[in-house]
């Protein structure tokens, strides 16, 4: 059975940071493109950031460059979201994706994880 388990979410102030990690069991991903969503009360899921299998290419939305940062271990199959300089609109539940359906790596993927709740106050 495939699983992929968030952690690191909370409760932080803005301009505060957070450390989002992913762990998968159940088969490996060091071929697959990664990405973490996440969702806003409200409103639709929405993409985040994704890395490619290597971690040579990562992908952003415009919302979150130059704050958050994805990376990987392979090694460890895990993957990871650093938030830095925090607002309150990124409160919403984090989910990591694992192995992309199509060519768009902001497109939809195979796995999915149960999401984890990151609260920023203002």
């Known amino acids: 059975q495939v699983q992929l388990v968030e952690s690191g979410g909370g409760l932080v102030q803005a301009g505060g940071s957070l450390r989002l990690s992913c762990a998968a069991s159940?088969?490996?991903?060091?071929?697959?493109?990664m990405a973490w969503f996440r969702q806003a009360p409200g409103k639709e899921r929405e993409f985040v950031a994704a890395?490619?299998?290597?971690?040579?290419?990562?992908y952003y939305a415009d919302s979150v460059k130059g704050r958050f940062t994805i990376s990987r271990d392979n090694a460890k199959n895990t993957e990871s979201l650093q938030m830095n300089s925090l607002k309150p609109e990124d409160t919403a539940v984090y989910y990591c994706?694992?192995?992309?359906?199509?060519?768009?790596?902001?497109?939809?993927?195979?796995?999915w994880g149960q999401g984890t709740q990151v609260t920023v106050s203002s």
């Open positions: 890395i490619n299998w290597s971690g040579s290419n990562t």
């Open positions: 159940g088969r490996t991903f060091s071929r697959n493109t």
């Open positions: 994706a694992g192995d992309k359906r199509s060519a768009d790596p902001k497109g939809s993927y195979e796995y």
